[in-house]
């Protein structure tokens, strides 16, 4: 939880996580991303803040490698 | 102003590399960078491809990348009805298996030999705009962070395709018109050692299973599933080994290597050009969207761009009026198939497992000698009409 800085409300705030363990490197999270917002170089996969949390990644991904979890 | 090299490519793949070697022949001063350590590797891939589409490219064929040659396809109902395609006739035609591996690096090579540098352990992070014009672009080397101007950035960089987003062509896909896949490379299987098989229907939701062969008892065994057809994560590679489990010929059989990876199965894209920008192979969409195949397309949109780019050095002109005629000649060749095949697909994916049985089952009255998709609608048409009406005349 976090806490809005407009009106003091607690906020659930979503954060998106990749398994470096179930990582295989494809790609086809990158490619599929409606919003362009995932850069994967050779072994490190990072999110831009362009990430709406939609959640398509997390089904694409071949691996199961994806996760969209709330901010503790 | 001089540019740090006339034309920088984004991406080692066999488009990324058909594009360098073409241009660099032609004189261009031509950088290639791959992200990765290592061209062709991780493979993602299931490595099919025909004699036609290399030559067609202007690629010969090389025993080195080659691990088998092909006599047939299996298509295989849910119900278990098979349609066999015999390669009757040899030559053009008929399919093979390649070593990406080795491939990718083959083809890479020649770009070198062509002319070309090639820097890996690059990735572009993003392009150098200048107006409307691309100029460049951002690349991290090793982790240090570096510019590259050029006259034409070509985005060779497959599925991923972000380089054309950064310059602002729209290259997003919906759900629907995105495979997601993952494979095996096994030993110890009974299957046909020269048989390409799909098998379709429910077992992949919206693709296929695939079996090509590698080699004695080796194929690559694998799926690709419709990415609006998945519902939890990591649900497709769930189809795959329930797929291997079921069948005795592929349960008995041990991985040697796991891949994964994205296929477009989309129209090609609207705008393939824009001043100082090339798109080229996956990242321009031109991947078949009933096969998923796109190793032949890639290296004939290369080899286009490449001539075309070899031009445009020489006239020292890369706005997207002198890229056009690239444009022109991949479409040319390309994209009535690419519509046709794409209108197929959507069609296809609304027929149940029991229609698909007896559309098999039908099929395999009907004598096809040639493996193609092309071939295939052919047999469909004069067997069940209704399903082609609406693409027949791309038929
Ligand atoms: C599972 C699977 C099975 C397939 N099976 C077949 C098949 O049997 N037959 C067939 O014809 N096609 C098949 N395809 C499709 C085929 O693999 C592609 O069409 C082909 O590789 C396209 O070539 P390309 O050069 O456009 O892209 P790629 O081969 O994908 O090459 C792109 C390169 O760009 C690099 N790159 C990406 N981003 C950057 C960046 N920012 N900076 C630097 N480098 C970057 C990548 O590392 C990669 O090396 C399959 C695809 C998948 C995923
Ligand atoms: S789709 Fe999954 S396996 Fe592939 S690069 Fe993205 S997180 Fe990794
Ligand atoms: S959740 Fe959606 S927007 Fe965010 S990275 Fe994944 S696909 Fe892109």
Redesign the pocket.
Known sequence: METDQRNGAHVEVLIMIASTEKCMH???C?GSCPKNAI??NEIVLEFNENCNKCGRCVRICPAGALKMEAKK | MKTDYDVVV????????MTAKHAAKKGARVLM????QE??APL??????NKK?LEKAGVPVDRRWVSTDVSGAKLVSPGGHVFRIDEKQAGNEVGM?LE?HLF?KAMAADAARAGAEIWLK????DVIKDGDKVVGVK?MREGEPLKLTAGCVVA?????S??ARWAGIDTSLKAADITT???YRMANLKTEPDYCEFVIGSVAPGGYV?V?PKGDDTA?V?I?VLASNLKKPGEVKAYLDAWIKKDPRLSCGQPLEA?????SVSPPVERSVMNGLIL????ARI??PI????????LLA?MHAGNVLGECVEAEDFSEKALMPYDVLWRNDLEDRLWRNWMAKEKFLTLSDKTLDEVIETLATVNVDKMSVHNILIAIKERHPELVKEFEELI
């Open positions: 494809c790609g086809a990158v850069f994967l | 984004v991406g080692a793949g066999p488009a990324g590399s960078i791959e992200k990765r061209i062709g993602r891939c299931a490595e099919g491809v589409g298996v990406r990718d690059t990735s572009a992070v690349a060779a960089d497959g599925f991923e972000q380089v896949c993952y494979q695939w090509f690559n694998g690709g891949i994964a990876g994205g296929v080229v192979g996956d990242s991947i078949d096969t998923g195949g796109g190793i032949a397309n890639g290369g």
